[in-house]
């Protein structure tokens, strides 16, 4: 079936590090894939998105580029901040999000001054 | 739009009993969906509905579990003689016909004591 399986965490970087989260997946058919983001105490948010192969996702200065021939979103930030301190999900879903979406396992990140 | 809302956002019951979850999803969107997610995982699928119909069962969800959304707007997942193995949180998202991207509600927390 279909899964996604991103690095474990946690993650501890200082402010402005550069960050990369590896995330790859298995899928039957041409998947949409997502990175959700979940801060302490709050529901998950979407973060960004990407719907075929090549396009890239960006949002709040995170990117990922949907690669089809490695099966990978990896999620990028140039230069982190303390607030982006969450726990992020790659995610799947055939039918453009309209079906089930499939996670991973979660990475938490944190991010010290 | 005032978003996905879930109640209660917390539950502690003992192992037997029977609990309830209400969410309450955006306004005009056609489709509601139900995930659990426990402690250190991601969210895994278990049903969704297109108005009042739903459409796909997770094997998750095991005959204890039932869901309904009775007039295609907010919807309810009961669990019947709760185990200790409930305890998760449970998710609940929304999409529009007219998007892409599901929308998470803050989750219940079920304790199973």
């Known amino acids: 079936g279909d899964s996604v399986t991103q690095m474990e965490g946690p993650v501890t970087l200082s402010e402005e590090a550069f960050l990369t989260i590896n995330c790859t997946y298995t899928?039957?058919?041409?998947?949409?894939l997502f990175w959700y983001v979940q801060y302490p105490g709050e529901g998950l948010q979407l973060l960004l998105k990407a719907t075929k192969a090549d396009d890239k996702g960006s949002n709040k200065g995170f990117e990922a580029t949907y690669r089809k021939e490695t099966t990978s979103f990896h999620l990028e930030k140039g230069s982190v901040q303390v607030s982006d301190s969450a726990v992020y999900f790659c995610?799947?879903?055939?039918?453009?999000?309209?079906?089930?979406?499939?996670f991973g396992t979660g990475t938490k990140l944190q991010v010290i001054p | 739009d005032t978003g996905v809302s879930q109640d209660p956002r917390h539950k502690i019951t003992k192992r037997g009993q029977n609990v309830t979850f209400r969410c309450d999803p955006i306004?005009?969107?056609?489709?509601l969906y139900w995930y659990r997610q426990t402690l250190g995982q991601g969210p895994e699928f278990l049903t969704y509905f297109q108005n009042e119909a739903q459409l796909e069962k997770s094997r998750l969800l095991s005959d204890r579990f039932s869901a309904e959304r009775p007039k295609g707007s907010f919807s309810t997942l009961e669990i019947q003689r709760t185990e200790q193995g409930d305890s998760a949180m449970y998710l609940c998202a929304s999409l529009s016909g007219r998007a892409d991207t599901q929308y998470f509600g803050p989750g219940t927390r079920l304790t199973v004591l």
């Open positions: 995610a799947l879903s055939l039918s453009g999000g309209y079906q089930k979406v499939t």
């Open positions: 306004s005009e969107h056609n489709r």
């Open positions: 899928a039957t058919g041409y998947p949409s």
